[in-house]
Nanobody, 123 residues
Framework: VQLQASGGGLVQAGGSLRLSCAAS????????LGWFRQAPGKEREFVAA????????YYADSVKGRFTISRDNAKNTVYLQMNSLKPSDTAVYYC?????????????????WGQGTQVTVSS
């Protein structure tokens, strides 16, 4: 199983980025998909997730209204559209997959992880 995250970069505050995570080696449609992030010196934190059925979507309070998670089962890809970025969004962003998962907030629930992509927001 491989999860390949991409799309990170350097952006000014107020700008936008779209992260992508391409999955291979798994039956994509039966996995909950999530995005987490980890800033230097901090624990990994939940950002957004889909339940495996796609029927439920969850966001951290800190990103509600600014970030949108989406998935394309035909392309085995999950996306994170990030708008109105703030310096506090600076972190390494990870995608994760949880077989028949509910879209958990807890990192330990996820079976597979991507390698991370750096997002840096300058003020």
């Amino acid at each position: 199983v491989q999860l390949q995250a991409s799309g990170g970069g350097l952006v000014q505050a107020g700008g936008s980025l779209r992260l992508s995570c391409a999955a291979s080696g798994l039956t994509f449609s039966i996995y909950a998909l999530g995005w987490f992030r980890q800033a230097p010196g901090k624990e990994r934190e939940f950002v957004a997730a889909f339940s495996w059925s796609g029927g439920n979507i969850y966001y951290a309070d800190s990103v509600k209204g600014r970030f949108t998670i989406s998935r394309d089962n035909a392309k085995n890809t999950v996306y994170l559209q990030m708008n109105s970025l703030k310096p506090s969004d600076t972190a390494v962003y990870y995608c994760a997959a949880d077989k028949v998962g509910s879209g958990s907030y807890y990192a330990k629930e996820y079976d597979y992880w991507g390698q991370g992509t750096q997002v840096t927001v300058s003020s």
